[in-house]
């Protein structure tokens, strides 16, 4: 979703005051962002909350293909 959104992972990071390297665990599915953070992360990335989460459970089934 950050790449359709066309932004980097730094810019990502900036509008949301988290470390570049929290982006990538979040991406990666090491760690996850906070619930207050949610509203924000949506906003950035011009979806709904329940779009973060569709756009996770889609990845992680297509990842057991």
């Known amino acids: 979703m950050r790449k359709r959104a066309k932004l980097k992972q ?3 990071a ?14 990666i599915g090491a ?3 906070r ?8 906003k950035a990335l011009q979806c709904s909350i329940d779009d973060l989460y569709t ?7 297509n990842a057991d293909r």
């Open 10 to 12: 730094q810019e990502l």
């Open 14 to 27: 900036d509008l949301l005051n988290v470390e570049r390297s929290t982006v990538a665990k979040w991406e």
């Open 31 to 33: 760690a996850y962002p």
């Open 35 to 42: 619930a207050s953070q949610l509203p924000a992360l949506a």
């Open 55 to 61: 756009e996770s459970e889609e990845g992680e089934a």
